[in-house]
């Protein structure tokens, strides 16, 4: 039951996520650092609703989705005008810039323009996922591996720290505990073979940023099995 390296406890926390029936990604890069594991699990029906949209390729970077995500969608009663879009980009990019991003947002089929320039969003599959989890693996820092746990709050729905079974007992029954349980996150007992909720995760009132989190789902999507709607 005792681990020497961090790493040795990603096979086990990997598992017990694919165990979940999610997609897994390791060492996942975010805007304030590298999560040991990110799990997810899309929502087939959505993603056939994207698929028969001809929206196989990914968004792509954060700014692009951030425009995307600007643009009222298709059943919305008004669209909106590149100016106008621009101008929500006032001192940050140029109207340039922002046309660059569009041709690439209509190239890919997720805006449309009319014939009056109006911009529309073409839908009906965000969110695109059913679960999102982020785990922390830490062999002790527990105060470390919490704090990094809430910032992937930012773009998962559930998050946890996977900590050595004994150790993670230990805070679970401890002072400690009221710390997990005021930021909402939760405890991952991680033996050789397995994990076990010991702490499942709360609410704290955070919610995923919708930029932050579809980029997270978009990179998922780009590794997709294409022999399956998962």
Known sequence: MVFRREKEMTGPARRWLESRRLLTKPEFATPWGICDLVGVAFDPEKVAA?????????????????ILLKIPDENARRGITPARLAAHYTGLLSRKQVEHE??????????????RGSLRRMNGWMPMHETLIAVELKLRRVAEALRQAKANLYFAEESYVGLPAPVAKAVASGRGKQDFVREGVGILA????????????????????????THCLERFWRSRPRDSSA
């Not at 569009?102 to 014939?115: A, D, Q, S, Y």
Request: proline share 11%.
């Open 50 to 66: 994207r698929l028969s949209l001809r929206q196989s390729r990914p968004i792509g970077p954060p700014l692009r989705i951030g």
């Open 102 to 115: 569009l041709e690439h947002l209509i190239k890919g089929r997720f805006v449309t323009r009319n014939r």
């Open 190 to 213: 991680v033996y050789r073979t397995k994990c076990k909720i010991i702490l499942e995760p709360g609410r704290n009132g955070t919610r995923p940023d919708p930029v932050t989190q």
